[in-house]
């Protein structure tokens, strides 16, 4: 038997392939026994997406203006 | 290996000859996007921007070794990632912030206080929505610094859990630690706008 605290104690760690094989057959029996666990781990999915592609997108995106002061700075540094 | 494009060939050119318009052309072009970069993992605008500099000063150095085995932007932005990564390093470490207020509760018979609810759209589409995004980098710039720096090494940045530990002098338990509890937190914050029945 495992908690739904448990589950996602564990959840990391069974994403990434790291669970015992006795482990890793519990938490697979949550898994298919609890729907609210089941989505969860769903949106932990997500998290980690949204996490990497929002980023990636806003490294893509216009950048800003590097400001005049820094660009002397660098610069004139190089010139040290 | 794909060759620079014509105008990278042609600015390495002038970076490896010395001259002073393609320095500047170089931080012109790229220095807004170092400086995003840098002001994502130090949330801080004079730490970015020392970084910044740093990162140039280092990339100076080495362009004679820079290969073009990848694009400009990329090794540049491996070079800012290292600058940042130093400055946080050098900082006066604070102590660790709580992240127990972000974290998902439970009642003591183990149950979620509150039964997780199906997300209204896929990550892929919920990208698409300016507002979720702006939710998403705000949720990370809100984690305390430990656990934002990790999340964004790992997930970001692609750093594996060995090379984030190095990077911060911290074990490897202690990455795969913080990292899973960073993204609970980030669950947490996204859940309640997220959820296909809000309220």
């Known amino acids: 038997m495992m908690t739904c605290k448990e589950f996602v104690d564990f959840l990391m760690a069974y994403l990434e392939d790291e669970l015992p094989s006795s482990e890793r057959t519990t938490f697979e029996g949550h898994l298919a026994e609890c729907p609210p666990c089941k989505t969860y781990l769903d949106t932990y999915r997500q998290t980690v997406e949204l996490g990497r592609s929002v980023c990636a997108h806003d490294d893509a995106a216009v950048p800003e203006d590097v400001p005049e002061v820094l660009v002397h700075a660098i610069l004139a540094a190089r010139k040290v | ?60 150095r080495a362009v004679g070794r820079f290969e073009g085995g990848s694009r400009l932007a990329t090794w540049l932005h491996r070079i800012v990632v290292n600058a940042a990564l130093m400055k946080l390093r050098t900082r006066r470490r604070k102590p660790e912030e709580p992240l127990d207020e972000l974290l998902p509760h439970f009642l003591e018979n183990g149950h979620m206080e509150r ?15 300016q507002e979720i995004r702006r939710l998403v980098l705000d949720g990370i710039a809100g984690l305390p610094e430990t656990y934002r720096t990790i999340l964004l090494l790992r997930d970001v940045e692609d750093l594996d859990t060995d090379e984030t530990a190095k990077a911060l002098e911290i074990s490897p338990g202690a990455v795969k630690t913080r990292l899973h509890r960073a993204r609970l937190a980030l669950r947490e914050i996204l859940d309640p706008h997220l959820r296909a029945e809000r309220g």
């Open chain 2, 1 to 60: 290996m794909e060759p620079p494009p014509p105008d990278e060939t042609k600015l390495l050119e002038g970076l490896r000859n010395g001259d002073a318009d393609a320095f500047e052309a170089l931080v012109r072009s790229h220095g807004g996007r170092m400086l995003s970069v840098a002001k994502r993992m130090l949330r801080n605008e004079d730490d970015a921007q020392d970084a910044v500099q740093d990162a140039f000063l280092s990339a100076f």
């Open chain 2, 115 to 129: 039964p997780a609810q199906p997300w209204s759209q896929p990550a892929d589409r919920a990208l698409e929505s």
